[in-house]
């Protein structure tokens, strides 16, 4: 298994607490003098990155005299807020901190792959997943704590002698849903990944420097897509029968 | 009458010669066969999906033609349904990757 520097790193300094809880746990460990995958420690330095941006924004917030940091960030929190505005509606504004930190996570896991020592931990089947049922069990919660127990009509559809049948149909296009978060997330950035080494392989000089800004370009996009699927399916599970 | 039917039961004793055999296609692998016929899968998926993609681009276009002042939306339609006919595509991909390499 070849380890990135950070990953060597994060291994020498807690291979050994990391196995002994792995194994405490019941995880049989394969290796055991480095039990941190390579995108476990890019998790880690993408959110230690990210709290280190937040903190320096909180440092710096002034009424007077905003910095560029906060530009930046009122930016995108007014880009975010506005969109589940249009799409939520009424009673966004609890989903906004979840979404925009979302949007964050996913931005810098995929934009971290372009740096030479580093791999974009988005380009593993787990981290999609992770990012997909977090946000399927929270468009789920916040459906039960505003609907109550009449969340479960969502799955029923409107003519009561089809429910049933429609009650299936929902069950498996909810779990659809999990399935085409991760896939499309996972997809795009694998291969991205693999479109850029396959012409890197052909033409080492400045070819590659395309695919590396159609990567850019995919790693907004999705980003963009996953938070707005997000909205839309918060906005469905929240939706008052009025 | 008798003789016959049991020449002919006789006969069909012999069929469990058959199972001595080798089995020939024990991996249901067709070697490069496999690929080929990946490839071309997925080359129609690909063609489909650029077709698709091209009506959702042209329909953005007209309708940003048409009414400027409506770009936000008409942004954010093009982007999502470019993306949902991409991930359609990227599906197909994914299965292909995880069975094709591994026979």
Known sequence: MHQLPFTALLNKLLAGPVTAVLTAMGFHVHHPEAPIANYVAMQIFVVVIAVLLFIAVRATLSVDNPGFLQHMFEGIHGFVSNQSKEIIGHGHATYDSYLTALGIFILFSNLVGLFPAFEAPTAFPYVPFGCALVTWFYYHFHGIRTNGFAYIKHFLGPIWALSPLLFVIEFFSHLARLMSLTIRLFANIFAGDMVTLAFFSLVPIGLPLLFIGLHIGVSFIQTYIFVLLAMVYLGEATAHEH | ?103
Not at chain 2, 19 to 46: F, M, R
């Open chain 2, 1 to 103: 009458m008798r003789k016959l039917g049991m020449l002919i039961m006789l006969g069909l004793m012999a069929a469990p010669a058959f199972a001595q055999e080798p089995a020939a296609a024990a991996s249901h692998s067709l070697g490069v066969g496999n690929w080929a016929l990946a490839a071309i899968g997925l080359g129609i998926a690909v063609a489909c999906a650029a077709l698709g993609q091209g009506k959702v681009a042209s329909a953005a276009c007209e309708g940003l033609a048409r009414n400027p002042a409506a770009r936000p939306g008409i942004q954010l339609a093009l982007i999502l349904g470019l993306a949902f006919v991409e991930s359609l595509v990227l599906f197909i991909w994914v299965m292909i990757f995880l069975k094709v390499p591994n026979a």
